[in-house]
């Protein structure tokens, strides 16, 4: 659930799709409630300002009444980088921080944009007892920040075709260095409900992926992963659609399960401005 929920964050703070080549500069704002029951458990808010040549994406997670008692979640993460004539986005800097339970990390990552090399990184994090940190191999230090590989996915104008059939792409993380996998391969449509700003059709995606480097290791002989616990919620699907006016194609909701019951995260609000330059 905690690798899912931290997988989402990512695709919600990424989504983010404008005409990155008009003559303005574009602010987006995103608000997604997660719903057990008939309790909110998380919320996430991103903003996004866009213009011809730059991008900036900020965002945070935080878990919601009984969910801080089960499991005490933070996330604050931003992203800026060039945006390049012909469509594609690459990272200059990439920060996250926050905490999973008693897991506490915080990134911070410089890039060169043109040839995706990491030329600093600058981690500080406390693991969890029985755990060690694995770096990532100096040789494997280049890659695109999650935030912007996601950017230049919702920006994509032939989203429904070109991921049709699986791409992958190399990410680097802070933390870790990962390929990760991108397939939608189903379509639903979504009628009307109070806690979602959005209606349509939307497409059903599954992300997933392997390591490449960097990895936090179990180095407690007495302590023993639940088969079945860590990865259980990889191939549920993340729906992307687009909304009225709004150039991209984002993502609107997603459910899992969590103990005796399903997940249900919607997108809860959505604003776009546009100031001329």
Same mark, same amino acid.
């Given at each position: 659930?905690?690798?899912?929920?931290?997988?989402?964050?990512?695709?919600?703070?990424?989504?983010?799709?404008?005409?990155?080549?008009?003559?303005?500069?574009?602010?987006?704002?995103?608000?997604?409630?997660? @719903?057990?029951?008939?309790?909110?458990?998380?919320?996430?808010?991103?903003?996004?300002?866009?213009?011809?040549?730059?991008?900036?994406?900020?965002?945070?997670?935080?878990?919601?009444?009984?969910?801080?008692?089960?499991?005490?979640?933070?996330?604050?993460?931003?992203?800026?980088?060039?945006?390049?004539?012909?469509?594609?986005?690459?990272?200059?800097?990439?920060?996250?921080?926050?905490?999973?339970?008693?897991?506490?990390?915080?990134?911070?990552?410089?890039?060169?944009?043109?040839?995706?090399?990491?030329?600093?990184?600058?981690?500080?994090?406390?693991?969890?007892?029985?755990?060690?940190?694995?770096?990532?191999?100096?040789?494997?230090? @280049?890659?695109?920040?999650?935030?912007?590989?996601?950017?230049?996915?919702?920006?994509?104008?032939?989203?429904?075709?070109?991921?049709?059939?699986?791409?992958?792409?190399?990410?680097?993380?802070?933390?870790?260095?990962?390929?990760?996998?991108?397939?939608?391969?189903?379509?639903?449509?979504?009628?009307?409900?109070?806690?979602?700003?959005?209606?349509?059709?939307?497409?059903?995606?599954?992300?997933?992926?392997?390591?490449?480097?960097?990895?936090?290791?179990?180095?407690?002989?007495?302590?023993?992963?639940?088969?079945?616990?860590?990865?259980?919620?990889?191939?549920?699907?993340?729906?992307?659609?687009?909304?009225?006016?709004?150039?991209?194609?984002?993502?609107?909701?997603?459910?899992?399960?969590?103990?005796?019951?399903?997940?249900?995260?919607?997108?809860?609000?959505?604003?776009?401005?546009?100031?001329?330059?």
């Amino acid at each position: 659930m905690k690798y899912f929920l931290s997988l989402f964050v990512i695709l919600l703070i990424t989504a983010s799709g404008f005409n990155a080549w008009s003559n303005s500069t574009q602010k987006l704002n995103f608000e997604y409630k997660a @719903y057990w029951g008939g309790l909110v458990i998380a919320e996430i808010n991103s903003e996004t300002i866009l213009n011809s040549s730059n991008y900036e994406i900020r965002a945070s997670y935080h878990s919601r009444g009984l969910a801080k008692i089960i499991g005490k979640m933070e996330n604050y993460t931003m992203s800026r980088g060039v945006s390049y004539k012909n469509g594609v986005y690459q990272p200059e800097y990439y920060e996250s921080s926050g905490n999973f339970g008693k897991f506490n990390y915080k990134n911070q990552v410089t890039f060169d944009p043109k040839t995706l090399e990491v030329i600093n990184l600058v981690q500080n994090f406390e693991l969890r007892s029985g755990t060690e940190y694995i770096p990532i191999e100096d040789n494997e230090k @280049y890659g695109v920040d999650p935030m912007t590989t996601f950017l230049n996915r919702v920006m994509n104008s032939n989203f429904a075709d070109n991921y049709s059939k699986e791409v992958k792409s190399r990410q680097f993380g802070g933390m870790f260095v990962s390929e990760q996998s991108f397939l939608c391969d189903e379509q639903k449509v979504f009628n009307y409900n109070k806690r979602s700003a959005f209606q349509g059709m939307a497409y059903g995606c599954i992300i997933d992926g392997k390591n490449i480097s960097g990895d936090i290791k179990n180095i407690d002989p007495e302590k023993k992963i639940r088969k079945g616990r860590e990865r259980d919620d990889q191939n549920n699907r993340i729906f992307f659609g687009k909304m009225t006016g709004f150039e991209g194609t984002i993502p609107v909701y997603t459910e899992f399960p969590l103990g005796w019951g399903m997940v249900r995260i919607y997108l809860s609000d959505f604003k776009h401005t546009t100031v001329n330059e």
